[in-house]
Nanobody
Framework: QVHLVESGGGFVQAGDSVRLSCVAS????????PGWFRQAPGKEREFVAV?????????YADSVKGRFTISRDDANNTVVYLQMTNLKPEDTAIYYC??????????????????WSQGTQVNVSP
């Protein structure tokens, strides 16, 4: 099973940019698709983005479209990034990376993802 460790995050101001990284060990992302979720205080974990399957474009939550970009290190297929720009206070949350099986591609439900990372806090002040 793949083990995911993420880094990045911290305290930023509205309008700032932050990049999160998620590194896989044990296995690569060759037989699964990495994605990002977030969980704000008192709220359920929500979908943010997932890598597209083969030539398909990534999927994004409407709330982050045009501001966030998910990408993968294709050379080694062990790192996935989430570049976040024009951050807003409502982006404040703990961010997690996880994987979904290729057969479940298109799902944006957290229950269909697994191998969750430890989470990293992103705080956006007004």
């Amino acid at each position: 099973q793949v083990h995911l460790v993420e880094s990045g995050g911290g305290f930023v101001q509205a309008g700032d940019s932050v990049r999160l990284s998620c590194v896989a060990s044990g296995r690569t992302f060759s037989d699964s698709l990495p994605g990002w979720f977030r969980q704000a205080p008192g709220k359920e974990r929500e979908f943010v983005a997932v890598i597209g399957w083969r030539d398909a474009s990534p999927l994004y939550a409407d709330s982050v479209k045009g501001r966030f970009t998910i990408s993968r290190d294709d050379a080694n297929n062990t790192v996935v990034y989430l570049q976040m720009t024009n951050l807003k206070p409502e982006d404040t949350a703990i961010y997690y990376c996880g994987t979904v099986s290729i057969s479940m591609y298109g799902s944006t439900l957290s229950r269909d993802f697994g191998s969750w990372s430890q989470g990293t806090q992103v705080n956006v002040s007004p």
